[in-house]
């Protein structure tokens, strides 16, 4: 499975970005989808996942400034983000959970990532 992620880029204090991530492959279910995110000397964090059955979770980092939603059948996960300051820039990367069909094992894709810069 394949994670193309776009919609980054600059963008002004205060203002907002919809990001998109479209998983391709062939034979596949989707258990989750997620947005993590890491700027220069720090971990990856956690923004948000949605499972396939819509259960959410948001990380502390950005909890009531981004929304995440998924098109499960388009396989697409989006995550909507307000009021973006500075400290939000970062490589924005998308990451799926996913199974063969018939399959019990869970396996994990990644996407190279989008960059969101935050500046005026």
């Known amino acids: 499975v394949q994670l193309q992620a776009f919609g980054g880029g600059l963008v002004q204090p205060g203002g907002s970005l919809r990001l998109s991530c479209a998983a391709s492959?062939?034979?596949?279910?989707?258990?989750?989808m997620g947005w993590f995110r890491q700027s220069p000397g720090n971990e990856r964090e956690l923004v948000a996942t949605?499972?396939?059955?819509?259960?959410?979770k948001y990380g502390d980092s950005m909890q009531g400034l981004s929304t995440i939603s998924m098109d499960n059948a388009k396989k697409m996960v989006f995550l909507r983000m307000v009021s973006l300051q500075p400290e939000d820039t970062a490589v924005y990367h998308c990451?799926?959970?996913?199974?063969?069909?018939?399959?019990?094992?869970?396996?994990?894709?990644w996407g190279r990532g989008t960059q969101v810069t935050v500046s005026s």
């Open positions: 949605i499972s396939s059955d819509g259960n959410i």
């Open positions: 492959g062939s034979g596949f279910i989707i258990d989750e």
């Open positions: 990451n799926v959970r996913w199974r063969y069909y018939g399959r019990s094992f869970v396996r994990e894709s």
